[in-house]
């Protein structure tokens, strides 16, 4: 496997807005003297006030910016104040994190189930609650919502003290949870009123992947979840597509881990989704639900095996710091 298999995490919120404003004080848009304040930065960023909040005092402590009557920030080398309205500066932000503008439980939940990924396969890790709100800037009533959000899709548990934990994807969860997804899944199927046009696209595309399958995972995540959003979540039983979504949530970020440990994107799994669409098409239902059930053992066996060829590695230095092993 190579060194950087796991990839870079992504920079916490704070510290991109930071990075924009670093770049916009090194060009001479932010002038000397200019006044920082959080509430007009905030709107014009499309960022939460406290990652605004946290920005600002990074660039003073690294001398880019000086306190300013304990209202706000200067923009160091010069004293005296210079006020404009930052809303109709035209800062560059050409590399303004995608993330900006999303509601702080949103973006949140997003970068949390990217950092759970990293290390769903490598043990049991502590989820501290206090970290969490210091890493992402945001309050603890933030941080318990999106806890709770992730709790019903099965990422996260709470053990017998109250703690958040994450628990690894052993080979027996995997188990347990194609064994859910056998009895769920199918059951979805059996009851799904799909678009049927889409369908056709869906099998067409998949026809038209090499036999190697595809070398980009997010083509393969494309794929598996158009099947999942058209044959299996379009039943009309809303309970029980929203069980379905929860079993099915860690299994796919079991599976990003894979992908990003160098394991390619197994075409296997997409052919057997294509003859399921071609049986439904067909409207040979029970035997859509028939192949269903057998490409789910057939992938849970695919991903012990992609397991036991991971178990050897270490689990990457630089997991999140709000991740506790034990």
Request: hydrophobic share 40%.
């Amino acid at each position: 496997m190579p060194e950087d298999a796991f990839g870079p995490r992504r920079s916490p919120l704070f510290q991109s807005t930071a990075d924009i404003l670093r770049r916009n004080i090194d060009s001479g848009t932010l002038t000397p003297g200019l006044v920082l304040q959080e509430s007009a930065l905030s709107e014009r960023l499309s960022v939460s006030r406290a990652t605004v909040k946290r920005a600002l005092s990074l660039l003073a402590d690294e001398g880019l910016l000086c306190r300013f009557d304990g209202r706000g920030y200067l923009v160091a080398g010069r004293d005296s104040p210079r006020r404009l309205d930052l809303r109709s500066i035209e800062l560059d932000l050409d590399q303004l994190d995608e993330d900006a503008g999303k509601p702080n439980w949103q973006r949140l939940q997003e970068e949390m189930e990217a950092d759970l990924a990293r290390c769903l396969i490598f043990g049991r890790y502590r989820i501290i609650e206090a970290l969490v709100a210091e890493h992402f800037g945001v309050s603890r009533t933030v941080v318990r919502d999106v806890l709770g959000r992730l709790q019903e899709r099965g990422l996260v548990t709470k053990s017998n003290t109250s703690r958040w934990v994450v628990e690894p994807l052993t080979a027996q969860r995997f188990r347990n949870k194609f064994e859910l997804a056998s009895i769920l899944e199918v059951a979805a199927l059996e009851t799904a009123m799909p678009d049927v046009e889409a369908l056709g696209r869906l099998s067409a595309d998949i026809r038209a992947l090499p036999q190697d399958g595809p070398d980009d995972p997010d083509i393969w995540f494309d794929l598996e979840g158009r099947f999942y959003d058209l044959a299996i979540l379009s039943t009309p039983n809303a309970d029980l597509a929203g069980y379905v979504r929860s079993n099915r949530a860690a299994l796919r970020s079991s599976q990003k881990v894979l992908f990003s440990l160098g394991l390619p994107p197994d075409r296997q799994t997409l052919s057997e989704h294509g003859m399921v669409v071609d049986l439904i098409l067909a409207q040979t239902r029970s035997a859509a639900a028939s192949m269903l059930s057998t490409h789910l053992g057939n992938a849970l066996n695919r991903t012990i095996a992609q397991l036991k060829i991971v178990s050897v590695l270490d689990p990457p230095d630089d997991l999140a710091p709000y991740l506790q092993a034990g």
